[in-house]
């Protein structure tokens, strides 16, 4: 069973929030949901819409048919009719237009009565959230006004819901963060929302900096001073931050940073989604210095990725790059699994306050003096250089990659973020095998082994040169030529993304 439900109108009417009481009530109910959001950027008007899939097994995508139309406004059925199915159903505001502000708890309750859930997890779901009669009445008034047409049965699927940056928050918080900095920019500014929520919880603090240069530089004294610190931007922030990376890099001082990318280059559209910055976490910042590039795929992989970012910053003394896009950062996944159990991540390095410690910009000996000896400076860049071998040591102990479909299958789909979760939609009953890269930098020896015993290998990313099949040919010399490259800033519909594997297995 799988419905997908187009909930649209424009910014201000709430839209999520239908979103949400229906996908709670679903999730209790023991139903997987996925929730795409999609939204231009303006603050008021326009037109906004999410698309809520509902399914009784796993899914990580919306699909372009749809099976009902909410509308808060008229707009909203003008441009989405023609992809409604021919038996679909419309809720629309009409009988409601008084409501104002409480229209879409109204149509929420007009939406779980379709489903067919029943009124009382609905009331429970709008008073959790409200805690006011007029609320429940409200919900209670668009229940009533429509006739049952999906039958959902409780499941029994034990599920939870969370985002993207609700993930990347939750990763930070196991690490045991300290600090975070930064400056807003769609989409990481969820994170910073999230972590400034749970300050007094957990005993961190966030702190707002002017611009993205100050963010990162105040991190890497806060680091200098023992803490674990960590800053959060897009694309056009995380350039303005790539001085200080080689600083980083050069001082030997731990730190992790978000990128959440979206289109570019420039200002590019700021609240839409591409996988445009593989270039710049790989090589962003001058000179030659070890870093770490993560790439998770769902949010559970957030959490875990993100706590392996800061153990592997702090035990190495380097910037990790946690790499994401909007579209993983704004969805909203459910998901049966659970977490791996944080790494705890212990603090060896001297501190300033127990012994003296200098930490340089410039080149330095051992005792981090500047120095411009030749000997010494040659001695330092092999020193940082070594850390490799010793980083891709460390990280085997981790999932570099993983394989996902028919393992036995002479198809292989390479692919990365946030495609992970349409990829695997789009897969099922399809002879192929899945391999999803999590560690751009260091990269796993196991992708060449894996492409070479293969007949037919498909690389699926969404930007114009395939930074990732680049890159792949970079670390084996195998060029990849057959691609599936998606760069009009919307995510992968399922059925699409199916359609186009299909022509080339």
Not at 126 to 152: C, D, P, R, T
Not at 212 to 221: D, S
Not at 316 to 322: L, Q, V
Not at 465 to 493: H, S, V, W
């Amino acid at each position: 069973m799988r419905l997908n439900i187009v909930i649209g109108g424009k910014a201000g009417q709430g839209i999520n929030k239908i979103s949400e009481i229906v996908s709670k009530v679903l999730v209790k109910w023991g139903y997987f949901i996925f929730n795409y959001r999609d939204y231009p950027s303006i603050i008021r008007g326009g037109h906004n819409f999410n698309v809520l899939s509902i399914s009784d097994k796993q899914i990580g995508s919306f699909e372009k048919k749809i099976d009902g139309i909410v509308a808060l406004d008229e707009n909203t059925t003008t441009i989405h009719k023609h992809n409604l199915k021919q038996d679909g159903f419309i809720i629309t505001n009409s009988g409601f237009e008084n409501l104002g502000r409480d229209l879409n708890i109204a149509l929420a309750g007009a939406l779980i009565k379709i489903l067919g859930l029943p009124v009382q997890e609905l009331l429970k779901e709008v008073e959790s959230q409200f805690h006011n009669k007029e609320s429940n009445k409200v919900a209670e008034l668009g229940y009533e006004s429509q006739n049952e047409k999906y039958n959902l049965v409780k499941l029994k699927n034990k599920i939870s819901m969370i985002s993207g940056s609700q993930a990347i928050a939750q990763g930070a918080i196991n690490s045991g963060i300290d600090l975070l900095i930064a400056y807003p920019m769609t989409p990481a500014t969820s994170v910073m929302h999230e972590l400034a929520s749970q300050q007094l919880k957990n005993k961190l603090m966030v702190f707002q900096a002017e611009n993205e240069i100050a963010c990162i530089n105040m991190c890497l004294g806060a680091s200098f001073a023992g803490a674990k610190s960590m800053t959060a931007t897009s694309g056009g922030g995380f350039d303005l931050m790539t001085e200080a990376l080689s600083f980083s890099g050069m001082a030997e001082l731990p730190l992790v940073v978000y990128l959440a990318s979206r289109p570019g280059p420039s200002t590019g559209v700021p609240t839409y989604s591409l996988q445009d910055d593989i270039d710049v976490t790989l090589r962003g910042g001058h000179g030659e210095f070890p870093r770490i590039v993560i790439a998770p795929g769902d949010p559970i992989e957030c959490i875990e990725k993100t706590n392996e970012a800061f153990y592997l910053a702090e035990k190495f003394n380097i910037p990790s790059i946690i790499l994401s896009d909007k579209h993983l950062a704004e969805s909203e996944f459910s998901t049966d699994r659970n977490p791996a159990k944080p790494l705890k991540i212990k603090i060896n390095r001297k501190l300033p306050g127990e012994y003296i410690v200098k930490a340089n910009s410039y080149e330095h000996n051992s005792q981090g003096a500047t120095t411009e000896n030749a000997e010494i400076s040659k001695m330092q860049a092999d020193n940082r250089m070594k850390k490799y071998q010793a980083m891709q040591k460390e990280c085997k102990k981790f999932k570099m990659i993983k394989i996902h479909g028919n393992k036995k299958s002479k198809n292989l789909i390479i692919g990365w973020g946030s495609t992970k979760s349409v990829i695997l939609d789009a897969i099922q009953n399809l002879d192929a095998k899945f391999i999803q890269i999590l560690y751009l930098k260091p990269m796993s020896d196991e992708i060449e082994q894996e492409i070479k015993k293969s007949d037919k290998v498909i690389i699926i990313e969404q930007n114009v040169t395939g930074q990732l099949g680049r890159l792949i040919r970079e670390k084996t010399g195998i060029k990849i030529e057959n691609r599936i490259l998606k760069y009009d800033t919307r995510p992968f519909a399922c059925e699409e993304l199916k359609q186009e594997i299909l022509k080339r297995i």
